[in-house]
């Protein structure tokens, strides 16, 4: 199984703060890198997929980035609205696997 | 737009089966390049991928729960189903169906997901 790793895995910021979440993964995926936020009690949004491509109707302010075995989501004016969980997932292979999820919460 | 609907017994017994349904609105389930999704999410946890059923049929399952679990789906009722047996109160957990678009689309579409205990 691929493992994906994301750090931090929590994060304090300020609504217009630029905020950047890292995802490894521990073997080349390629740029098979989907972002996902989670509000509570709810199901996980797809931001980002193909490791930068956003998806329709997300802000963008939002952004992703790299390929291989290291990437990155990057909200560059933090948003009341954007404070929640933040997951990766790789899609390059089955299983197909999460990272263990960073928590962005208000300063 | 299409629309994901879980349903099923919010409580199951140690060692019995977890019978979940997908109902699937807005779209075949049986168009090609879908991967219909289960996925679970424990109590405060991360998300964990359970497996999918592909436009083909084929299945495929997380390894930590192969031996327990099947995926399959009745194309005439557009419903997706997910079976897991055997369970303990590790498989308490919020049980999602999605829709996989493929290695480069991610997962767009998701049910609201639905909450599963198991106790006695």
């Known amino acids: 199984d691929i493992q994906m790793t994301q750090s931090p895995s929590s994060l304090s910021a300020s609504v217009g703060d630029r905020v950047t979440i890292t995802c490894r993964a521990s073997?080349?995926?390629?740029?098979?890198l989907n972002w996902y936020l989670q509000k509570p009690g709810k199901a996980p949004k797809l931001l980002i997929y193909f490791a930068s491509s956003l998806q329709s109707g997300v802000p963008s302010r939002f952004s992703g980035s790299g390929s291989g075995t290291d990437f990155t989501l990057t909200i560059s004016s933090l948003q009341p609205e954007d404070f929640a969980t933040y997951y990766c997932q790789q899609s390059y292979s089955t299983p197909r696997t999460f990272g263990q999820g960073t928590r962005l919460e208000i300063k | 737009q299409v629309q994901l609907q879980e349903s099923g017994p919010g409580l199951v017994k140690p060692s019995q089966t977890l019978s979940l349904t997908c109902s699937v609105s807005g779209g075949s389930i049986s168009i090609g390049g879908y991967y219909w999704s289960w996925i679970r999410q424990h109590p405060g946890k991360g998300l964990e991928w359970i497996g999918y059923?592909?436009?083909?049929?084929?299945?495929y399952y997380s390894p930590s729960l192969k031996s327990r679990v099947a995926i399959s789906v009745d194309t005439s009722k557009n419903h997706l189903f997910l079976r897991l047996s055997s369970v303990t109160a590790a498989d308490t957990a919020v049980y999602y169906c999605a829709r996989d678009d493929g290695m480069v689309r991610g997962v767009k579409y998701w049910g609201q997901g639905t909450m599963v205990t198991v106790s006695s």
């Open positions: 073997q080349s995926i390629s740029r098979y």
């Open positions: 059923i592909s436009y083909s049929g084929s299945t």
